[in-house]
């Protein structure tokens, strides 16, 4: 071979000879001494060197030759050729014919993804006698069948590997082996596991290994024979991937007497070796030229000097040696562990400087596409065995790899090669930043770290842990300190392996790297931008998106090196902002700068946004648009954008056996691309992505992500690059590294894609050891009352007991590792920070004025969301409250969700809801609310203002969620923080997204109302009449639909249990009705804060909507108390079927929020003779409602109600659809009696002075109805209202003449204006009497 570095070396050594130089070319006896030190014949004996032939380096070649081949086995002393085998070599997955289902195979076939219900795939070559071997790596912990089987075994979708006789498989999922029937065996496996697969035909025996340790012999007798030979075979379910390794690479556990299936290649391996050697040979010699004489030296301290001996003696080697380094055995076998050799001895990376002078070497010496090949196997290598090595205690595998790693990173132009071409397009280098969490707490040593395990043991009756330490018992202090020593020295540990990983992303970021070309930080901001598209773009592809778990381990390396680099930068900049006060400038947003795909903007479509706020582009910030940019798309460019990009919709591609977009993010080991689309129905290739969008048309510099330079971004000379287009009202603050922004907005991408919904699933091993502990408690409470007479209860619970106790000993050691890597306090101050720098931004975006429309959605998102994990993930072990200026961010926060809620420049419905169901959340906290009080009171106001604005046509449920927030603690009991018969039950917030599950908690937290936020309102409601009729209207209308839905479904539910058969009622029915009860709670509560806060409302006459309104609550406070409080009712008997979904329906809520309006009115108001009228004049009204109240009746419709107890059903798993069954109907089985509510039965919620209160307006309603109906006089049936049949007629419409009462006539024109009977616009409305009789 004729090396390019090599022949380059060489012509600069022989002009250097030409100088006379200390190191130059040395006499022909010291060199040839020299080379036969370096080259020794293995298989000849040490003989003088005065009898030595002399070698020189024309004879070099041939020399080296000799001895490689003295090292080549020949056909005689060869091993015969193994039996047993048929198949093709290399060994590779069949993706031509071996498959069912569909699957995305990698390019090197040997890696691949399901994507479909349960796809199968077996390997080229099988196997009929002997013993054999292959490894699967286990990218992801979900349902796959891995094993063996013949070629006459069949799969479909249903069934695969092991569900036919002739196949055989180990689901380490479901932890089970499978051959036509199952059985238990093994253990779980996770991602990051290998899975070793051995066959012995000789015996008839299939064996399964787990990293290592056998499982033991999974099947025996299997069939052999002429005729039957067993292939490598999985089957996976939807999303789950795996890597095979047949022996392509060495395998990572070797099992004694078993051999890979793919041959390894034992010669090649010799000549590596053997040359390795010689490297090592050359590398500790050096020549003494003026003593003539060789001196051993240490290997470690050589240096690329120059040397011409040393640099010729090496091309020679090289020129073997370079391409064998371009196989990826020999790269990982070979190469990978030298160099790991190197780093043995421990102390930093900068103190092996072996390795840059080997890679100077390599890049000297090597062909350009050999150094390449040989980088990219390294560095697919080391992925790998990082990823899949097993966690031990002190983490030793990882830190091994990750200090390789950085050590070849640490060579410039290296780096810059993987970056460009490696890093980010053909390995998923974001594995390097990733930690995983161990499965198997006793193999990972966690038992040896964490000696003593703690959980908490002191719960409040609502199930919530007390912290109070005062109550903890001297043993327990004893083993809560114990551990939280072992948590810290886990702690320590990981923070080792995380340090390596920021150096890493700190030698990507190093923008001081320009004499060789373009810095790093701007190849890696490119490659960084590229990755966030391809996770944003295929949201909804999920084989195409980054891991989650990966994404929050990446996200806090790159927050702490972000931060590293900007403090530099700004220390070495005075006058620029530190990290702790960045937000990323408005004009990000607009200037075309940044690419950010097609993800929402506040105000809408980019393309409408450029259209509509052109003038102020060019007003505010100089950007002038290109006409052609805002021309309005016709139908057929989007006809033709649809054609054009048929292939970026996969799922749609897939459903046809079309071409697919290529994504490269797959889960394969290693590999991020995968080059084929396999169906059962169609083979097709995928074809490359499109490239980013192109660049906007605008009078500014404007380029494509690629095509950017270092001058596009940091700006020079008047350019301001990404800053470019400052408005007016930005600050022109100095940033020392501009590129760095753009990494932030990255971060927070980040963020949004998946790192938030990955911290909320992390907390479910919190939520275990909690539920564990209160198991625990409540058996040993049990066993402490068990009687002695009952041995037989005792040793039960005794062997729960135990269940409970090693379970949470296993938990509590996997809770510190969860605490320590994704929880701790340090990580807790990144999303802090994330959190301060979306405020900042959305403040800096929100002064920009209109041009806030071009903000991102994302960074109200994170806002929220970060706030949301910070309160909800890492408290308790972390305490908000010690978190720098918290209290000032909160106010922050608060300020922008109150006045951007209800933000005309936002006009996303999905952003919206969320703002919406954050303040919901916000107000429900004391520390929150205090902070929403602190703003300023225009914006306090403004925002009651918005909150009041008439409910139809706007989201109204959450809003009116509000009101009752800022309400509950002041009504009449209503200080509860749980209903009643809700104390003992769980919440159902699991499987909710973050913010509503965010509010579903924050509903269950203790009063707080706020008495400034209800003053504004009053105030409000006070001065603004219109305002106040129009919201109460809307009010009046939603209960009265809230609540006839409620009746209507209860209905049909009593109707199902009322059948003879077996009845169900699908599970969405009862969550609606359950629904429509709460929402029928909330109106009425918020109806009981206006009656309390501006009762004139109602009861001041003046105001012409007063006596309209006063009829209506009247009217419909009735109906709910007729309804609820009757005799043997349709709610008495839906409530008593305890169906799961309507846990919260009962009479308490509902009827304590009636009895507080009626007290407002009757008790502690003003007029409340008029208001008494009003409510006995309605035909619905009847006094033994009230009596209801406080369990008293006048007969036996009041007295008691009988219900027939009934046992809860049976309902299908958490979070299914699957209906739920219908207990017989009430009243069919035994004769059980049942008293119904009274208010006194309430003692810990009714205070005796509303108890009070009630009895007074008990009194006082029995007297006036008594009063009514002495003097009440008969009415004709046709002096009465033709409409509601309840009041005589009191009004004539203009011009028509037609006849109503008022209370008709006023709530019809709220909202409509044409007459009841002839549809003629009425113009005004007149009193009617009537004329006195003839």
Known sequence: MSSKGGGTALTRLASDTDKPRATGLVSEKLLSD??????????????????????????????????LCEEEPTEDSSEPPVDGRLGPQPVVLDHTSGFEGLLFVDDDLLGMIGHSNFSSIRATTCVYKGKWAYEVLISSQGLMQIGWCTLNCSFNQEEGVGDTPYSYAYDGNRVRKWNVTTSNYGKSWAAGDIVSCLI??????????????????????????????????????????VGFNFGSRPLRYPAAGYLPLQNPPTADLVKAHRLLGYIKNVLSTSIDAQEERLVESDCAAWRLRGDPTVLVTLAHIFNHFAPLMCKVYLVEDVLMNFLLGILEGGGSVDEHPLIQQLLDLFWLLMEDYEVSECLKHLMMSLLRAYRFSPIIPDLGFQIHY??????????????????NNVLFDVLRSVVFFYIKTPLRVKEAGLEELILTTWWPTHFDKEGKDEQDPADESADERLRRRAYERGCQRLKKR????????????????????????????????????????????????????????????????????????????????????????????????????????????????????????????ASKANIIIDPSEIQATSMDDLDEDEENGAAQRPFGAAAMGGALARPSWLSSPTLGRANRFLSSAAV???????????????????????????????????????????????????????????????????????????????VVVSDDVHEYAVALQDTEEKIARCPARRPDILEELQKSQKVFAEKLNHLSRRLAWINATIYSKDKMLDVYWLLCVCVRTIEHADNAGSLFAFAPEFYLNVAMNAYSALKNYFSPASSMEELPGYEETLAQLAAILAKHFADPRIIGTDIKDSLMQALASYVCYPQSLRAVERIPEKQRVAMMKNLLAPYEQRPWAQTNWILVRLWRGCGFGYRYTRLPHLLKTKPEDANLPSLQRDLSIASFQKPCPSSMLQRHMAELLSVDKDMAASFLNSVLNQLNWAFSEFIGMIQEIQQAAERPERNFVDTRQLKVCATCFDLSVSLLRVLEMTVTLVPEIFLDWSRPSAELLLRRLAQLLNQVLNRVTAEKNL?????????????????????????????????????????????L???????????????????????????????????????????????????????????????????????????????????????????????????????????????????????????SCKACINQHLMNNKDCFFCKATITGVEDYNKPAAS
């Not at 035909?201 to 499982?215: A, R, V």
């Not at 790693?405 to 970056?419: D, G, P, W």
């Not at 020392?736 to 922004?741: E, F, G, I, M, T």
């Open 34 to 67: 020299y080379l036969h030190h370096a080259f020794p014949s293995a298989k000849q004996t040490p003989v003088l060197a005065s009898l030595r032939k002399p070698l020189g380096f024309q004879d070099l070649d041939a020399h080296l030759e000799r001895l």
């Open 200 to 241: 012995d035909l000789d015996e008839g025996t299939i064996t399964f290994c787990l990293n290592g340790q056998s499982l033991g012999t999974a099947f025996t007798s299997i069939k052999t024979g002429p005729g039957v030979a067993y292939f490598p075979a999985i089957s996976l379910s939807f999303k789950e991937s």
């Open 402 to 419: 990750l200090r390789l790693t950085t050590a070849i990173l640490h060579h410039e132009k290296s780096r810059k090669y993987l970056l």
């Open 494 to 617: 990981i923070e080792v392996v995380e340090e390596l990983q920021v150096q890493i992303l700190k030698l990507l970021l190093n923008n001081k790297d320009k004499a060789t070309g373009e810095a790093s930080r701007y190849i890696f901001l490119n490659k960084f931008r590229k990755f966030l598209q391809e996770n944003a773009s295929n949201r909804g592809h999920p084989t195409a998106l980054c891991p989650p778990e990966y994404m929050v381990c990446f996200l806090h390396r790159l927050i702490t090196a972000v931060r590293a680099c900007w403090d530099e930068g700004s220390r070495k900049t005075p006058g620029s902002i530190s990290s702790d006060e960045a937000h990323v400038p408005p004009q990000l947003f607009y200037n075309g700068k940044v690419d950010y795909f097609d993800l929402q903007r506040l105000g809408g479509l980019l393309s409408h946004l450029k259209k509509t706020l052109k003038d102020d582009l």
């Open 684 to 762: 097709s290739l995928m074809s490359p992505r499109r490239p980013l969008t192109q660049p906007e048309k605008v009078k500014v510099r404007t380029l494509a992500v690629e095509q950017r330079t270092e001058e596009d971004i940091e700006g020079s000379h008047g350019n301001d690059g990404l800053l470019l287009g400052r408005p007016p009202e930005e600050p022109n603050q100095p940033i020392a590294d501009k590129s760095l922004l753009e990494i932030i907005d990255g971060i927070v991408m980040m963020y949004n894609l998946s790192v938030h919904q990955q911290l909320g699933k992390m």
């Open 1131 to 1175: 709610f008495d008997r839906v409530v008593n079927l305890r169906l799961p979904g309507l846990e919260s329906v009962d009479h308490y809520p509902i009827l304590v929020a009636v009895t507080g309006i009626l007290v407002r009115i009757l008790v502690d108001g003003q007029g409340i003779s008029r208001a008494a009228s009003i409510l």
């Open 1177 to 1299: 004049s309605d035909p619905c009204f009847q006094l033994h409602s009230i009596e209801h109240l406080l369990g008293e009746g006048g007969g036996s419709s009041s007295t008691s109600v009988s219900v027939t107890p009934i046992a809860r059903p049976v309902v299908a798993s958490k979070g299914s659809s699957v209906a739920s069954p219908i207990p017989p109907a009430a009243g069919k089985a035994g004769p059980a009696e049942r008293k119904h509510f009274s208010l006194h039965s309430y003692t810990d919620y009714i205070s005796e002075e509303e108890k009070r209160k009630v009895e007074l307006m008990l009194a006082f309603l029995t007297e006036e109805s008594k009063q009514a109906a002495a003097s009440s006089a008969t009415t004709s049936e046709e002096d009465l209202c033709p409409i509601c049949y309840a009041h005589s007629i009191s009004a004539i419409f203009k011009p028509c003449s037609h006849k």
